[in-house]
């Protein structure tokens, strides 16, 4: 008797269009391997003060590695080293760090320290920031914490700016968090030069080349899908901001951490999906959520490119590789 016939693929076709760039940035990939190579140096455990980036399967591939993570650093004991996190910490900690003569690394993205730095020469010139951010983020509360308390305001919202009454109005500067959406925050410098034509901005753009780069290939693709996936934590602002601007775009769009987080039911009538992954999602977790999306559907797979990325950061002295 003759073979059956295989069973014809049910799979539905699923156009997958994938934004580039996307996941890791040089910030991130530098973070991390400061992490790993302080413990390839000193041999765990190491203590990381905060995630040292806002990802999960990031942080807990770090444990398994000998990474402790900690809130404060108190928490951290003599005698072993500490990473301070990609968000950037106040001046007190490694100040206190010092004091307890431990060894540590600061893992702050350089970007994030190019704003700390435009911080203090701006305080230090007698000007009063406003400073566009999200308030408990930690980039935020490293930012504030480079200079005297009352020397920073911050600016959430255009509402904010409306209510703003400045002791000195034509003695102001602004600043932003580097992870903010593009557009949001280009409303609020629009509104904050006009009620105040005086202020002081940054010479160059405060939001990250990363954080712009996401934001304008969900752009790219958002028009042209049904909805959007955004690989990230939720914890994560840059993540939070592509699901906005996937939106914006025309697309529905939900932030997911891992494939298991996928609702099929979500899926539902989509026949162009987009997805992307934030700046600390590793791509790893983009080919899990490919990979399970082809165990479903029949996948017509697009990559769409909007920018490369060559950006790399030095290691802080100490941890070069051998």
Known sequence: MPDAAPLPDARPDLRLMIAAPRGFCAGVDRAI???ELAIERFGAPVYVRHEIVHNRYVVDGLKAKGAVFVEELDEVPDGVPVVFSAHGVPKVVPAKASERGLDFFDATCPLVSKVHR???RLVAAGRHILFIGHR????VIGTFGQVADGA???IETLADVAALVPADPDNLAFLTQTTLSVDDTAEIVTALKARFPAIHGPRGEDICYATSNRQTAVQKIAADCDAVLVIGAPNSSNSLRLVEVAERGGARSILIERARDID???????RTLGITAGASAPETLVNEVVDWLGQRFTLLR???TTA?????FKLPRGLEPA
Not at 308 to 312: G, I
């Open 33 to 35: 391997r400061i992490v």
């Open 118 to 120: 435009q911080a203090e």
């Open 136 to 139: 408990g983020h930690p980039e």
């Open 152 to 154: 920073m305001t911050l």
């Open 264 to 270: 099929l039911a979500w899926l539902r009538g989509v």
């Open 302 to 304: 697009e990559e769409v």
């Open 308 to 312: 490369v990325e060559r950006m790399a």
